[in-house]
């Protein structure tokens, strides 16, 4: 270890590691302190990338079932369980070095053990085996993440009571599934178990799936959920969780519109969120205190405490990995006198890979409203794009809201095929400030997915071509 640090980051995450390969490519000596045996964090090792893979995996699936429509002929579709979650954690394991070379390439020293802050201003690291070791450096920054979070009184106990780490590798697959929440990580696996062949039930507290996202979206995946099967009970709160080894079951109790009930499963997978790791840090050693779960942070970054700085999890909403990593290479360009200021949460997309996939930016229609704004709303259907319908995937619709004064883009959600793709061109209008005519005006290719938005746009103020 170099006895000369500027920077040490806590934390390989997305944002981690982002941060540290920025700082290094500003000029700072960084070291990066990770406790897991790979790099990467939550989102490559036990998230983001492990869980697409498997939702590939069940694409395919349903898109190997429709190969009639294709005028394809096909024998027996089966699967074999071992190879469908071996498949993703061999797509975890080549990325995962990917991110330990991008470390080597851009001189960040790795230091392998759990690192917390001292009164000192030192960041002790504690190995698994060996004595701590000490780094002294002028700046901090913690990026370590969050775990999935439970219900009050519910302990996730890896057998029974599940979290989606466990979710995504488990050794066969359960006949029957209940899903406690509804929000991007209870969909996605309630789309994934779905296809193949799982009973799930995905209760969710609120009136809809996808709580806060816009309505006509969360109406179109609904459908989608229910065609593959699941059972979707919104407005319903969980009241406990009961599990017994010997029967090999859960018992979800909840309260509904009709009153107390109850609900079985092979297996209960919690998925109402994520807690950030705050704990075991050594925040109070420097007068620090979370609150809620949050470290407070400055426009760039910085907490309370000068030279310690913090983001991701730990600093709140929107607990995404592109999120992090945005806010990592923000806080190493602050560090060096280049700051950009924080990312406006409302440019970060919100995608949701299950099938259809769901993806927004900016605001929804009824935020706009709630702030009092008058808006224009223009939709394109699926069902009348060229691409969509030849690809027989025409299910969903694009929606762009727009200020009706000034004809500026608000925001858009899409639901449908690549939607998640589809939704940086949105996010590229809101950064750059882009009107409606400036999307219905510029030429989309045919026949694309992508000719929706400029559809979309012009149907908001009444001057759609194809629908």
């Known amino acids: ?50 869980t697409k893979a498997l939702l590939r995996q069940a694409q395919v699936l349903r898109l190997l079932r429709r190969a009639e429509e294709f005028g394809l002929t096909t024998g027996e ?33 790795v230091v392998r053990g759990r690192g917390r802050l001292t009164p000192s201003r030192e960041v002790e690291v504690v190995p698994d085996d060996g004595d701590p070791v000490r780094l002294r450096a002028e700046r901090v920054l913690l990026a370590t993440g969050g775990r999935p979070a439970s219900l009050p009184g519910v302990e996730i106990d890896g057998e029974r009571v599940i979290s989606s780490r466990e979710a995504m590798v488990l050794p066969q ?23 193949f062949g799982t009973r799930v ?31 979707v009970r ?24 009709e009153g107390p009930a109850e609900v079985k499963g092979e297996r209960a997978l919690m998925a109402v969120g994520v807690t950030a790791n705050a704990g075991g840090l050594g925040l109070a050693a420097l007068g620090l205190r979370a609150d809620r779960g949050r470290v407070p942070v400055d426009d760039d970054y910085q907490t309370p405490v000068p030279g310690v700085y913090a983001i991701g999890d730990l600093i709140g909403p929107p607990q995404l990995a592109h999120a992090a990593s945005a806010e990592g290479a923000a806080a190493a360009e ?34 706009a409203e709630e702030q009092g704004i008058e ?43 690549e939607a998640t793709e589809l939704i940086a061109e949105a996010g590229l209008a809101l950064a750059m400030e882009a009107t409606w005519e400036e999307l219905a005006h510029t030429v989309h290719a045919h026949p694309t997915l992508s000719e929706g938005l400029m559809e979309a746009a012009a149907a908001a103020f009444g001057q759609s071509i194809n629908i």
């Open 1 to 50: 270890m170099s006895d000369s640090i500027d920077l040490v980051v806590i934390g390989g995450g997305p944002g981690g590691s982002a941060a540290a390969i920025r700082a290094s490519q500003l000029g700072l000596r960084v070291a990066l302190v990770e406790a897991e045996e790979r790099l990467g964090g939550t989102c490559l090792n036990w998230g983001c990338i492990p």
């Open 77 to 109: 579709i089966g699967h074999d369980w071992q190879q469908v979650i071996g498949r993703s954690r061999r797509v975890v394991e080549e990325l995962s070095g990917g991110v330990a070379a991008l470390m080597r390439k851009n001189r960040v020293e």
């Open 173 to 195: 697959r359960p006949d029957t599934l209940v899903i406690i929440g509804a929000g991007a990580i209870g969909v996605e696996f309630a789309s994934f178990y779905g296809a």
């Open 201 to 231: 039930v995905l209760l969710e507290a609120e009136a809809q799936v996808l709580p806060g996202e816009d309505p006509e979206a969360a109406t179109v995946l609904t459908a989608a959920l229910e065609a593959d099967g699941v059972e």
């Open 234 to 257: 919104t407005g319903v709160r969980v009241t406990g969780v009961k599990t017994t080894s010997r029967a090999r079951r859960a018992t979800v109790a909840f309260e509904g519109p």
């Open 334 to 367: 602050a560090m060096a006198g280049q700051g950009r200021g924080r990312p406006d949460p409302a440019s970060i997309p919100r995608c949701i890979y299950s099938e259809p996939e769901v993806a927004g930016v900016g605001l929804t229609q009824a935020q």
């Open 375 to 417: 808006v224009k709303v223009g939709r394109f259907p699926l069902i009348a794009s060229g691409r969509a319908r030849a690809s027989g995937d025409a299910e969903g619709l694009i929606k762009l809201v727009f200020g009706a004064r000034y004809g500026d883009l608000l925001g858009a959600v899409i639901v449908g095929p």
